[in-house]
């Protein structure tokens, strides 16, 4: 298809999966009997539409993008949504070649993920609502990735928040889950906070400066406007994205957002919306590149993200929340990448990151389904044999995350390596060690969670043999996702190795060209077989641990169980923010402003007319009479006035 | 002309009218009350009238005389309902408005 075509068509993107949406809704909202029509399949039919089509239109972007030879982005303007004097935002969409891989990446993994749905979910009560919302989803999700200027951008971040809490929340009468999904809406709210302050700091910046505006075009153009706020504005849209990529201090929504289902962890939590962060990261790279102080702040928050995360992965026992927290990590990593400024590798990890981790979580589900609802991986083992496909797809998502050559995470995760290794001097080579102690983490607990899970005796409550491997239509989608986690490495392949990075240089024309140092090969190498061999170290050490020495279940004790206990972040966070927070709004806030200031203020002036027309109506005796005194005695007084006024 | 006994005299037939209304309980002489003191009002103007030499008295003596008669009117059909209803009349029964 040729570039005029994809620009009318840019629209079907984001609106396909919000018909979707729409339609099941209403479909569902208008059937006589509840649950009856429309029935399971024509529903699962309507949601793998939407996405699919995105896909399809999806790919026609990238290609119209591939092809021309200029490189200046799709874009299409649909009406004109906010005009007030001379503050005007458009909805308009804008794909440049970044917008790209992240728009074929989110709709194909969102398309798996969706027929993955259609088994996994098939017993659920809420199907219809199910993908009702996966659609709605993945619509604000497109329309954040689309959008072609910051606020376009806002309302697809807020719909993904929304949505996110939506499905968290989606086994509502569970309320356990129900404040999941509310936590995970609220922490979210304080990143947003910070976002739109930055907007407003970028659009007021701007305004003293001559016209101004949110596109980001415009922004890129005028970056050098921004240069006296840039540090301030680029940690506020970070502020943002450490909610909505859950980075300290605002990760905590992330493993207690598990309690969704599981293509809802996989599709939200691991493949898109976190990775929305490091999305608007590199969107606004020209700010961030404006403040080396911010850039440094970026990363190191990452890291320290990182390396946390891993550590408390140590400690889990529910499979969903081991693999939260090597989200967490891993998104880390990617922040290490943006924060030195190595978008392109930051985007890459992003994007095999989808692959693996999509993979393994849905491997979880997988696993999670054949045992009935069992996600203790202390009550597991043993399930290779039973459930071949799951343990296989799970294998090689494990490699790809531990960063084995040829699986895709090693590529990424080395390409992240490599360019903090080349930056910042000492700065950089701290967080480089940091970083490749955190691989090993990575690789350890990883491992854990696979030779816990599908190794050693089988310890399910579940009879073994009645143990099944799922049907197609969630293997298939498993097969298809560790594909891509063997395979997509391979765009990104570096120059040491003989490859030519065709994913950083697709994105040469978004980022402009990255200047890497001018280390030897032979430097890189030694970077590239310390990863690898720190990530042997770590599997050799939970094979010793849990391989070849019998695993037994037994009461965590000290380290294991802090970190089981995720750090007591959660608590310090009750002690430090909540229980302050909650006794002043009680105390200060309900017992005096409102019940004695406003209640009072309120109560008093109605006693006040109460008690004074009580007084005054004991003049109303209804006597005639009495109305005559009163009259006598008024027309004295005025006569009297008038006298002493004479005088 | 000297106009001191009649504005006295309207004075007096004035406060006989407010005194009769204040200290008589029948509706009648309450009414008849009243007339007095439109009549000392029109005596008043009449008197000025004269005084100054004008007309304008003497037609608001008119007006006042309507007036009165109208008011007398509806007055003996209140006072006419009033006791239908309650066999009597006597103002200070009536105090249904402090209710």
Redesign the interface.
């Known amino acids: 298809m040729d570039r005029q075509s994809i620009e009318q068509l840019l629209w079907v993107i984001p609106f396909a999966p919000l018909i979707g949406a729409l339609a099941i809704g209403l479909l569902c909202a208008l059937s006589p009997k509840r649950g009856s029509f429309p029935s399971r399949t024509v529903v699962g039919f309507l949601a793998c539409l939407g996405p699919l089509a995105s896909f399809m239109v999806a790919g026609g972007v990238f290609l119209a993008l591939g092809k021309s030879p200029e490189t200046t982005p799709v874009h299409q303007t649909l009406f004109s949504w906010i005009q007030c004097g001379a503050f005007s935002i458009n909805f308009a969409f804008e794909a440049d070649r970044l917008t790209a891989v992240m728009l074929m990446f989110v709709t194909f993994v969102g398309t798996i993920i969706h027929f993955y749905s259609i088994g996994y979910m098939g017993h659920d009560k809420g199907y219809a609502r199910f993908f009702s919302y996966l659609n709605l989803f993945l619509s604000a999700m497109l329309i954040l990735v689309l959008g072609s200027n910051l606020v376009l951008m806002f309302l697809g971040w807020e719909g993904v928040g929304l949505c996110s809490y939506l499905l968290i929340a989606f086994w509502f009468d569970d309320e356990a889950k129900a404040i999941a999904g509310k936590k995970a809406f609220i922490v979210n709210r304080i990143g947003d906070f910070g976002f739109v302050l930055g907007i407003f700091l970028i659009y007021t910046t701007l305004l003293k400066n001559g016209p101004s505006s949110l596109e980001f075009s415009f922004l890129a153009t005028h970056a050098y406007l921004l240069a006296p706020v840039a540090t301030i504005a680029s940690l506020l849209l970070f502020t943002g994205a450490m909610g909505k990529s859950a980075q300290i201090p605002l990760y905590v929504w992330l493993p207690d957002a598990m309690a969704g289902p599981t293509p809802v962890s996989a599709l939200i939590h691991a493949a898109t919306m976190v990775t929305a962060g490091v999305f608007m990261v590199a969107r606004m790279h020209f700010l961030f590149d404006l403040s080396p102080l911010s850039g440094q702040l970026v990363a190191g928050v990452g890291i320290a993200t990182a390396l946390v995360a891993a550590l408390i992965g140590f400690g889990q026992n529910d499979i969903k929340k081991v693999l939260a927290y090597s989200t967490v990590s891993q998104l880390g990593y990617m922040f290490v990448a943006v924060g030195a400024g190595a978008y392109s590798a930051g985007i890459f990890h992003v994007f095999t990151h989808a692959f693996f981790k999509a993979c393994l979580f849905l491997g979880a589900g997988s696993v999670i389904h054949a045992l009935h609802e069992e996600q203790d991986i202390r009550k597991m083992g043993g399930l290779l044999k039973k459930l071949p496909i799951t343990g296989t797809t799970f294998l090689i998502a494990w490699l790809a995350i531990c960063g084995i050559p040829p699986f895709a995470g090693f590529f990424s995760k080395d390409e992240i390596l490599w360019s903090v290794f080349n930056t910042w001097g000492a700065y950089g080579k701290i967080l480089w060690v940091l970083g490749l102690f955190g691989a090993g983490c990575t690789a350890f607990y990883m491992s854990r969670l696979v030779f816990i899970t599908f190794f050693g005796k089988n310890r399910s409550s579940t009879a073994f043999e009645k143990i099944h491997e799922s049907p197609p239509i969630m293997t298939i989608p498993l097969i298809i996702l560790a594909l891509g986690s063997v395979l997509v490495g391979f765009f990104g392949i570096p120059e040491a190795l003989g490859g030519s990075n065709v994913f950083a240089s697709w994105l040469t024309p978004v980022f402009g060209e990255h200047t890497s140092a001018t280390h030897s090969n032979f430097i890189e190498y030694v970077v590239m077989a310390l990863s690898v061999s720190v990530a042997f170290i770590g599997i050799t050490i939970a094979y010793i641990k849990y391989v070849r020495k019998p695993f037994i279940a037994s009461e965590p004790r000290g380290i294991a169980a802090f970190a089981e206990a995720a750090f007591h972040v959660d608590a310090l966070y009750r002690i430090v923010l909540i229980n302050p927070l909650f006794s002043f709004t009680r105390n200060i806030l309900f017992r005096v402003v409102d019940v004695a200031i406003i209640d009072g203020a309120v109560n008093g002036i109605a006693k006040l007319s109460s008690v004074s027309g009580g007084l005054v109506r004991r003049l109303?005796?209804?006597?005639?009479?009495t109305y005559?005194?009163y009259f006598?005695a008024g027309a004295a007084l005025l006569m009297l006035i008038v006298y002493i006024g004479k005088w | 002309m000297e106009s001191s006994a009649y504005i006295g005299l309207a004075i007096t037939i004035f406060f006989i009218g407010v005194f009769g209304m204040l200290v008589r309980k029948s509706a009648f002489l309450f009414l008849m009350s009243i007339e007095l003191m439109l009549n000392s009002a029109n005596l008043a103007w009449v008197t000025f009238a004269k005084v100054h030499g004008n007309l304008d008295g003497h037609v608001y003596a008119f007006f006042i005389m309507a007036l009165a008669a109208a008011e007398a009117c509806v007055g003996l059909a209140i006072i006419v309902l009033f006791y239908r209803k309650r066999r009597s009349v006597i103002l200070d029964n009536a105090k249904e408005m402090s209710k």
Do not use: M
Not at chain 1, 620 to 625: D, F, I, L, M
């Open positions: 109303q005796t209804g006597t005639v009479r005559l005194y006598g």
